[in-house]
């Protein structure tokens, strides 16, 4: 087996959490900095899993998200001077730089204090906080209250922010604005987010003392009317300078790119190879409809697949128990034998989630473990029958090989690692590319031979290339394909692409697509991460030859943390 050294800790030193490694004075300066962080960000605290913060929300104003700059500043000037004294110091100073580095630019570029969009912007980040909260006394209750009273003034302060960038001239599309107030709007109805929390509270396994209640209740009708005037704010001081354009143009993507994947990409080629994946994918997803009948085209093999009960659940409940048993099972099946997967590692949550959004997704665990990592389910309203063939591969995505061992092998690595590089470093090019890899792992390893199972796959991977076509082609202005039309793209020719290559249902599809036009770079991070890990992979490969061990360049990749795609290509091939 091939063993990674890392100064003078071998892998085996660190299957063990054995505590061999000494912190050192670059580790204090990453621990300093996670810990302001913390100090200025409660609600990351909580995500977390950091106690002692649970009853604030963060400063969305512009003299809070100046201090959180003031802060990369200074750790940045002393990582500047700082001496490594191993390769986990080097990468440390490597990733803290570019990161910090790259905030900075955004920052810079007044891209921070006009963040709106719908799905990645603190109008969504306020409220999602209370799902990590527990529910099950009448303390908890009381912490969740208090924090609902902060509410108001951290979405006073978020108006602040977007006056600011107002006045700069930087806006959020109309198309966004729009959304987010529909958004708005379901949260706030009589049968929306902040009505449902009151409710549920009030009909847990044990009574909720009365006067708990009642300030549970006076803090959520605080926290939805003050979200009723944002609403009102956005439609009447946004709406009406909003740029009609959706598209950021092609400087401030770039830099948005290098924010999400950690390299800075070729987008020319990126857009061409993206277009050569979504006809690959579509030839694969054809094989696969004549295995499930012979003849069908892929809308038609989908429909069978729709319609066939081997794949059909009913109910949320059956949902969370075949989510429950599919990341169970693969968890016993790949430890020790693909991964290695520590002993906290090995138990993963399946929720439904208490929004109604639609989607999956995965919160990781505490610090301590004492609150697992956990995949929700977020069902929309009034849908009550699954289909699995689709969503197997998604299970994978989000548990395990994907989102939980990533993120929480990473964090139990807590005498090799610091804070920051096991709790706050994430690039989107590496975590999602990581999950897009551990699915394709999956289907090499013929957990996806099911033909059902296989076009979800293949279905997913396939919405995954066309965005990164969508997305590209859109904002950097480039001509579209010729299957729609070619020339500038419209909405109207992103929507027909879209359609054409994913096999979503309208709605679901229509967030998908605003949420590409709204949160630039983000969405092609998934399949540019994926083919930028399978590069690594062949990379060690062809150096390593017969001494190359899969289980070993998972190990030695994951644990370097959530860095930048550079930053982990160089420290996985010693290039640091």
Request: glycine share 8%; with cysteine; aromatic share 8%.
């Amino acid at each position: 087996m091939a063993c990674a050294t890392f100064g003078r800790v071998t892998a085996d030193a660190i299957a063990t959490s054995a505590p061999t490694r000494r912190p050192t004075a670059v580790d204090a300066i990453a621990d300093a900095h996670f810990d302001e962080v913390i100090a200025l960000s409660p609600i990351a605290a909580t995500d977390y899993g950091i106690p002692g913060h649970e009853e604030d929300l963060d400063d969305f104003s512009p003299a809070g998200i100046a201090a959180q700059s003031h802060l990369r500043q200074a750790t940045l000037g002393q990582l500047a001077i700082a001496t490594p004294v191993d390769d986990i110091d080097r990468v440390t100073i490597a990733a803290m730089t570019e990161r910090l580095g790259l905030a900075e630019e955004v920052y810079a570029a007044g891209l921070e204090e006009m963040a709106l969009n719908v799905i990645a912007s603190p109008l969504q980040g306020i409220r999602a906080v209370f799902d990590l909260m527990p529910q099950d006394t009448d303390a908890h209750w009381s912490t969740i209250a208090t924090r609902l009273t902060k509410v108001p003034q951290a979405l006073a302060g978020y108006r602040e922010s977007l006056l600011a960038a107002k006045a700069a001239r930087h806006v959020a599309p109309q198309r966004q604005v729009n959304a987010c107030i529909d958004q708005i709007d379901v949260l706030v109805a009589d049968d929306g987010y902040f009505a449902g929390l009151v409710a549920g509270a009030r009909s847990g396994p044990a009574d909720l003392d009365p006067a708990a209640a009642a300030d549970l209740a006076e803090a959520a009708d605080g926290a939805a009317a003050a979200y009723r005037e944002l609403g009102v704010f956005l439609r009447d001081e946004l709406l009406p300078v909003a740029p009609a354009a959706d598209a950021c143009g092609r400087e401030r993507y770039a830099l948005l790119s290098r924010q999400f994947v950690g390299v800075t990409l070729d987008l020319e080629d990126a857009y061409r190879w993206g277009q050569q994946e979504v006809s690959l994918l579509d030839a694969q997803m054809h094989e696969v409809a004549e295995r499930i009948r012979p003849g069908a085209t892929v809308k038609e093999a989908i429909a069978l697949l729709d319609d066939d009960p081997a794949y059909r659940l009913e109910g949320t409940a059956a949902l969370r128990d075949w989510m429950q048993g599919k990341a169970d099972q693969v968890i016993a099946d790949l430890a020790d034998v693909h991964f290695d997967i520590p002993g906290p590692v090995r138990q993963i949550e399946c929720l439904i989630a208490p929004t109604e959004t639609g989607g999956i997704y995965y919160t990781g665990p505490s610090d301590d473990f004492s609150r697992p990592g956990r995949m929700w389910w977020s069902v929309p309203k009034g849908v009550t029958s699954f289909g699995t063939w689709k969503e197997l591969t998604t299970v994978y995505h989000e548990g395990v090989p994907g989102h939980h061992l990533q993120v929480a092998q990473t964090i139990y690595r807590a005498q090799l690692l610091n804070k920051w590089r096991r709790l706050e470093a994430w690039t989107s090019g590496h975590g999602e590319g990581w999950a897009l890899y551990a699915e394709r792992l999956m289907a090499e390893l013929g957990y996806l031979d099911d033909p059902g199972n296989r076009m979800g796959w293949l279905d997913g991977q396939s919405l995954r290339a066309a965005r990164v076509v969508i997305d590209i082609g859109v904002h950097c202005g480039f001509d579209a394909p010729d299957e729609v039309g070619g020339g500038a793209w419209t909405y109207d020719k992103a929507w027909d692409y879209l359609c054409a290559h994913a096999n979503q249902g309208e709605a679901w599809l229509r967030f998908e697509l605003d949420r590409y036009l709204g949160w630039p770079g983000q969405a092609p991070s998934y399949k540019i991460g994926e083919r930028l890990w399978l590069q690594l992979r062949e990379e060690v490969k062809a150096r390593e030859g017969d001494r190359f061990d899969l289980k070993a360049f998972h190990r030695r990749a994951l644990d370097i943390g959530g860095v930048g795609l550079d930053t982990l290509r160089e420290a996985v091939l010693g290039e640091l």
